[in-house]
């Protein structure tokens, strides 16, 4: 299930200001809402310190629906249940189809539409029409959900394709209004900077320094983690954290979880969200050989074979990496190859710490894919050895085992249905992941053994 979140109070909406001016228009909006200042019914409010969230976010979608009046949240470049609402009734508007997902035909339409409306177009009947949206009409922001749980910063970094002409900024304050101490709201600030990428560039050390003090700082990296963005690799050794998602990386899948390893060889902590998404599947292979009898049969695994959805073989690598990488297990990847066809399969040899040869199978099913592009479909382990109990099948509950059991041959398998997170979507797992600030060790040594096969 979605997080929900409660209903909130705008203390301030997204107002214009100078770089120069951000803290000092935030201090001033608390000195309005303080306690002392408090009367006639309005809330008293303080600014909560929990920690700092820099969203970079590449996507102009939030921005054109704000300006046109489809949505009223805070521009923070988080994706939720209330940017999805904005999304529709734009589609709505417009008389496309009504997904909730951005499109480049309902980008087009924005940008036509906001031109109208600042008079760079002059159309026969060109009318412009911005809508008075009512922010809580449906739908919660995820970041809203974040403010519930953990009151704090957030800095959303919009870079353009316009001409250089500096970076604006804007301020903005929301309350959960739930979220109170003896009587007094608990905020979330909002900053928002907007440029070319060279212009947020040149303020990368403004950007650090409105980090909130000695707390945890997180930098949700929603492009790819090119390691050339000079952008990047500031913020990302400033931060406690770089999160990044891995079902993104749909152009150059192998190159950026290079990427991301290059990142951990600095010293720099990452966390992915679709790591996550696998927990339900690396619990239960655990779970597989939990009994003792079993324990034996793991050891003779001689064979893998993982199945996932066409498209980002992001997650089915990281599977097996952590397979690989097991204390147990501690599998040396050796070699590599490629059939192709209509499975685009790849085989990965490994090398056991006792001398056996183990041969993994990575097959892209050609299915239409989900909201998560990659996602497991099927999984299993397998040995030549006619006499080892080790034969695994993990199937996902929406596909179904696909091949894992044709032939008559999963008879003797221990064979369990994987029930996916209730709710995978990355602006949730960003909402739980900011819960936990220290290393992912079994992350980082399952993406070692990655880069050790993409080296092959």
């Not at 031109?115 to 009318?127: D, F, L, M, P, Y």
């Not at 990452?270 to 324990?295: H, V």
Request: proline share 5%; net charge negative.
């Amino acid at each position: 299930m979605a997080i929900q979140s409660a209903p909130l109070v705008s203390l301030r909406t997204p107002t214009d200001v100078s770089l120069a001016d951000i803290e000092t228009e935030l201090t001033r909006i608390w000195e309005n809402y303080s306690l002392a200042n408090a009367d006639n019914g309005a809330p008293a409010a303080v600014r909560a310190s929990t920690f700092t969230l820099i969203v970079y976010e590449p996507e102009e979608t939030q921005q054109l629906l704000a300006q046109l009046g489809y949505y009223g949240g805070p521009i923070d470049g988080i994706d939720g249940p209330r940017t999805q609402t904005a999304i529709q009734a734009a589609q709505a508007s417009y008389k496309l189809q009504e997904t909730g997902k951005a499109s480049p035909e309902l980008l087009e339409r924005l940008r036509h539409e906001l031109a109208i409306c600042r008079g760079e177009v002059n159309e026969e009947g060109a009318v412009c029409s911005i809508l008075d949206y009512s922010r809580d009409v449906a739908g919660a922001g995820v970041a809203d959900a974040i403010a519930t749980q953990n009151p704090c910063r957030i800095i959303a970094l919009f870079p353009t394709m316009m001409s250089d002409e500096g970076v604006s900024a804007q301020v903005s304050v929301y309350c959960p209004i739930h979220q109170r101490s003896a009587g007094v709201l608990m905020c979330c600030e909002y900053i928002t900077l907007k440029g070319t990428e060279a212009a947020l560039e040149r303020v990368s050390g403004m950007i650090t320094s409105l980090v909130s003090g000695d707390l945890p700082s997180f930098l949700w990296w929603k492009a790819l983690p090119t390691e050339d963005k000079p952008l990047f690799k500031q913020l990302g050794q400033d931060c406690t954290a770089v999160i990044v998602d891995s079902s993104r990386f749909v152009q150059e899948p192998e190159a950026n979880l290079k990427a991301v390893q290059n990142l951990i060889n600095e010293d720099i902590s990452i966390s992915d969200l679709n790591w996550r998404r696998l927990s339900p599947w690396l619990e239960l292979t655990a779970e597989a050989f939990d009994p003792p009898e079993r324990w034996d049969g793991l050891l003779a695994v001689d064979r893998v074979t993982i199945d996932y959805e066409k498209g980002n073989p992001a997650q089915a690598m990281l599977f097996l990496g952590w397979l690989a990488s097991r204390p147990h297990l501690e599998w040396e990847p050796i070699a590599r190859h490629f059939d192709g066809g209509e499975y685009d399969i790849q085989r990965i040899v490994f090398r056991s710490k006792d001398g056996r040869t183990i041969e993994a199978e990575l097959a892209a099913l050609p299915t239409d894919a989900g909201d998560v592009v990659g996602d497991i479909a099927d999984f299993r382990l397998s040995s030549t050895n006619p006499d080892a109990d080790c034969c695994t099948i993990l199937c996902s509950e929406t596909t179904g085992c696909m091949r894992m059991e044709s032939g008559g041959k999963a008879d003797n398998c221990y064979v369990q249905q994987v029930s996916p997170l209730n709710d995978q979507q990355a602006e949730t797992l960003l909402s739980e992941q900011i819960g936990r600030w220290s290393r992912d060790l079994l992350f980082e040594a399952s993406l070692a053994v990655v880069s050790k096969i993409l080296t092959l």
